[in-house]
């Protein structure tokens, strides 16, 4: 993976997470189109090939992709005290929100101003994912296998959730993971070898 050499200060990182943590509305998947703008439009901190390749580690790895996303980044630039500033910036405002909303949601819900408050962030959640994930498809490299790969998942999943069949998404992940090495390890050294070859 490429790495920026621009350079960040611990609290740069530290006051940047914290402000995404306040708007992460929708969680991780959300928040990559803020995480965008912010680290790789605005900043440069990184690219958006890099941000790809981040989200695609975040999301085989545990943990949230956001905290996983800050926690690469901080260490990227600042080793283990960029990875606890990052990392904590990010975790900091969403706890204190969290726990708050925790205390009054309740009492909250009983207003109908605030129930069509929270429709709204729905919506707009829902178009952040979208946008992102249309972002993210135009910096991922596309083959073959890629798009073969995106059409059979993307058809089981809808199969799936129309006939109720319980099939977790994790599964799709290993899948996916599996296929991939196999690709690498199978059949890319088979052709490499079939078309050295030929060329003799």
Same mark, same amino acid.
């Given at each position: ?6 350079? !960040?200060?611990?609290?740069? #990182?530290? #006051? ?9 509305f ?6 990559l ?16 090939d ?7 580690? %975040?999301? %085989? ?8 996303l ?9 080793? &283990? ?7 904590l910036? !990010?975790?900091?405002?969403? &706890? &204190? ?16 101003v !605030?129930?069509?408050?929270? =429709? ?11 946008r ?20 059979? @998942?993307s058809? =089981? ?5 129309? #006939?109720?069949?319980?099939?977790s998404?994790?599964?799709?992940? #290993?899948?996916?993971?599996? =296929?991939?090495?196999?690709?690498? %390890? @199978? ?9 050295k070859?030929?060329?003799?």
């Open positions: 993976m490429r790495e920026s050499n621009k350079k !960040v200060s611990l609290l740069s #990182l530290l #006051l940047t997470f914290m402000k995404l943590g306040v708007f992460s929708g969680g991780g998947p959300a928040m189109m803020l995480i965008k703008e912010e680290i790789v439009s605005k900043k440069g901190w990184m690219s958006d890099e941000l790809a390749e981040m989200v695609g580690l %975040s999301e %085989s790895t545990p943990g949230p992709i956001a905290i996983n800050a926690t690469y980044l901080g260490y990227q630039k600042h080793g &283990f005290l960029g990875a606890l500033c990052a990392t910036g !990010v975790m900091i405002p969403t &706890f &204190f929100i969290m726990f708050l909303i925790s205390m009054f949601f309740q009492n909250l819900l009983q207003y109908e !605030v129930q069509y408050a929270f =429709l709204g962030v729905k919506v707009a959640v829902v178009f952040l994912i979208l992102v994930a249309i972002s993210l498809a135009k910096h991922t490299k596309s083959s073959g296998f890629a798009v073969i790969l995106f059409l059979l @998942v058809i =089981l999943m809808i199969v799936f959730h129309y #006939l109720k069949i319980d099939f998404a994790i599964y799709f992940i #290993l899948i996916g993971a599996f =296929l991939g090495l196999l690709l690498y %390890s @199978v059949i890319i050294p088979i052709k490499n070898k079939q078309r070859e030929k060329e003799e």
